[in-house]
């Protein structure tokens, strides 16, 4: 296995990090299925609330709405926060989750971050990073992939176009160790804003929203509809002014945005 500048370690992510709920425990797996996975097999034990988990390299790594998530051996920082009696809705999560990533990538001097609805961030209009969440009951999983040292040769072909890479945008090497610090204390500062005062984060959520006020495509139900976004619900998901007339709302659940 390749030897790495920046090697995921429990004691290198532990070190100066400031956080008090997320991270009591931090585990890295060098190969695992799904880090969403075994988040999930700690959730048995409720001492494991607050249990993250990050991998190098995942190879039954998942996105949203069944996609596959694939990421090189130590390219990406793949990781999964276990939340036991989440007291965020399900549909807030995935949001308060993106807003933590996008302010965690301009936090290393990352210019233009944007939130795409429902889960993924883009810089330059490119894929940097996806949430998935899962909620099992009042459990939750927030997994999160951010690419990070990929170069545009290491993306598959039907990515080289669309997707980004933390060392691409800041021109310079990311080290993961400390981008892992930023992220979790991001998703816990979030967190901690949602649960008080969750109108913070829509308006964050639509600051940083790539989407509002843009013409924009979707495929919901094998039909597309075309209209201009002017808003974004947490539970009736995205809000189109129809170009045909009317206004609708997409579910995050059967809604997918057309290039
Ligand atoms: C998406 O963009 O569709 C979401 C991608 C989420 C990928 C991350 S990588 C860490 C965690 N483990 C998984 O299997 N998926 C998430």
Not at 215 to 239: R, S, T
């Amino acid at each position: 296995m390749e030897i790495l500048k920046d090697a995921l370690g429990p004691d290198e992510i532990l070190d100066g990090l400031c956080a008090s709920k997320i991270s009591r425990k931090i585990v890295v797996f060098k190969s695992t299925s799904s880090t969403n996975d075994i988040a999930w097999q700690y959730s048995l034990n409720k001492e494991n609330d607050g249990i993250v988990v990050f991998a190098e390299e995942q190879n039954a790594g998942r996105g949203r709405r069944g996609n596959k998530w694939y990421a090189g051996f130590g390219k990406s920082l793949l990781f999964s926060a276990l939340i036991l009696d989440c007291k965020i809705s399900r549909e807030m999560l995935p949001l308060v989750s993106a807003v933590a990533v996008a302010e965690s990538i301009s936090d290393f001097g990352g210019k233009g971050v944007q939130v795409k609805w429902p889960n993924d961030v883009m810089v330059d209009g490119k894929k940097i990073a996806g949430v998935l969440v899962e909620f099992r009951g009042d459990d939750a999983v927030i997994g999160i992939g951010v690419n990070c040292h990929q170069q545009k040769a290491d993306f598959p072909d039907e990515l080289k176009e669309s997707a980004t890479s933390v060392d691409m945008v800041l021109g310079g090497f990311c080290d993961r160790r400390d981008f892992a610090r930023k992220a979790i204390e991001n998703l816990e500062k979030w967190l901690d804003i949602s649960a008080k005062d969750r109108q913070k984060v829509l308006d964050k959520w639509q600051m940083l929203s790539s989407l509002l006020g843009k013409m924009v495509g979707v495929e919901y139900n094998n039909q597309h509809f075309y209209g201009n976004c002017i808003g974004v619900d947490p539970q009736k998901g995205l809000i189109l002014q129809l170009e045909r007339g009317g206004v609708r709302m997409f579910d995050a659940a059967h809604t997918s945005i057309l290039k």
